[in-house]
């Protein structure tokens, strides 16, 4: 897998032979419902997005210092600045907060 940053709307990443844009990216994720799971121990998010039929469309972890998500199955990955931007995209399903050893919803 190659991975290009992506800093505009007119970049894009790459995998083998598939190319996604920034905003193609946006526009598909906004058509899936997105499930998280916040750990504020260590700042961090892991985050999952869904279609209507409950496939993985992308996953992604987002942090300070490293974010990443990645869309299945063709593996094209967006990361950093541009991963992180993509955190809000679609419609929010299951949100859950770790904090120490308990697990709840929110």
């Not at 961090?44 to 496939?55: H, P, R």
Request: proline letters at 2%; charged letters at 25%; a neutral charge.
């Amino acid at each position: 897998m190659v991975r290009v940053p992506v800093k505009n709307r007119d970049s894009f990443a790459v995998s083998g032979e598939i190319e996604m844009t920034l905003d193609q990216a946006k526009r598909l994720l906004d058509t899936c419902k997105r499930d998280s799971l916040s750990d504020h121990s260590f700042g961090d998010t892991e985050v999952c997005w869904f279609d209507a039929s409950g496939n993985i469309v992308a996953e992604g972890y987002l942090s300070r210092h490293n974010s990443y998500i990645t869309f299945r199955p063709s593996n094209v990955r967006f990361i950093g600045e541009d991963a992180r931007s993509l955190n809000k995209c679609g419609q929010l399903g299951r949100a859950q907060l770790n904090h120490g050893n308990i697990t709840s919803n929110w």
